[in-house]
Every structure is written in C-alpha cells, then in structure tokens.
C-alpha cells in the first residue's frame, strides 16, 4: 500500500487476525493497539470484542509491556528513567502501571553511572573537559542529558564533574545578560 492509498476496512474475523498480526510484528500497548485497530474497523463496535479476547489470551498485557519496554531502554540505550516515562506515556500506557515498570527497571541502577555511560557514548571522540570550557556547549550537553531522561541534579553534577573550572553554575556572565 501506498502513503495515498485508502486501507482495507476490516470486519470483525479480518480485525483478529490483523491484530495477530500486528503483535507478532512487534508488542503494542493496549491502548496503541485499539487506535490501531479502530483505524482498519468497519464499525467501532468490532474493536472491543476483539481487545477483550487478546486480554483473555494475555496479548494484551500494559504491565508486562512496560516492563519489557523500560528495562529494554535502560539496557540497549541506557536512557535516563523521565524519558521512558514519557514515551511509555506517548504509547497510551496508563501512569501508575508506567511508573512502576520504570521504578522496578531502574531500581538497582545509578544515574550518575548512567549518564557517565551516555556522556562517554554521546562524546567519545572530544576531550569533554575542553568542549565543556564554551558556555555553549555547556548548555546543549545540559539538553542532551535532560531530553534523554536525567534529572537535572544528576546532569548538573555530571557537567560539574567535567567542567570543574567553570566558575559560576547559577548566574550567567554579565555580558550574556544584555
């Protein structure tokens, strides 16, 4: 199918099999699921029946998804837990069930050993100590950690640790102030 072309509708036994089909592709949450399959239902009232019968089989299972998504974003790219949050959040997980998986994954994990690992994998060709001296740079590495999921105190430590000569961490210069 083209980006233009109209999809099939599906029927009630069509949106099962579609659904089969979807979860052997890769694991959905529930919630990500339904819109998918509202997206392709001939009538709305397809969808429910067929999302009660994968949660009776266990395919549709938002604890165990979100456990398999935040230890898989801990361990293959070693992401700070605000950012799991978010994506899982992103991909209609409900919060209670998203804060726990992300507690359980990063429950015996140091930040500061993590975003050491992000900061050597992100840098591993500049002296950090260098690049960190232009107020600049500073400020985008302070980004980078931030959007991928450390807490500011954790960052701010980090930064502090590789740029220790620079002078002032709370006011900016006066000429930067103008």
Do not use: C
Request: glycine share 6%; hydrophobic share 40%; proline share 2%.
């Amino acid at each position: 199918m083209g980006f233009g072309a109209k999809s099939k509708k599906l029927n009630a036994g069509q949106l099962w099999d579609y659904a089969l089909k979807s979860l052997a592709q890769r694991a959905h949450s529930a919630g990500d699921l339904r819109q998918k399959l509202l997206r392709r239902a001939e009538s709305a009232a397809d969808v429910a029946p067929t999302m009660a019968k994968l949660s009776e089989y266990g395919l549709t299972d938002d604890s165990k998804f979100s456990e398999a998504f935040a230890t898989a974003r801990l361990q293959n790219q070693g992401l700070g837990s605000f950012r799991v949050l978010r994506e899982l959040s992103a991909k209609r997980v409900s919060s209670p069930v998203a804060a726990k998986a992300v507690a359980d994954a990063y429950a015996d994990t140091s930040e500061s050993e993590l975003i050491e690992a992000f900061l050597r994998r992100k840098f591993r060709n500049t002296d950090l100590s260098a690049f960190l001296k232009e107020r600049k740079n500073l400020a985008n590495v302070y980004r980078r950690l931030r959007t991928a999921g450390f807490t500011s105190g954790g960052s701010l430590d980090a930064l502090k640790r590789h740029a220790a000569d620079v002078e002032d961490w709370s006011e900016p210069p006066e000429d930067e102030l103008s």
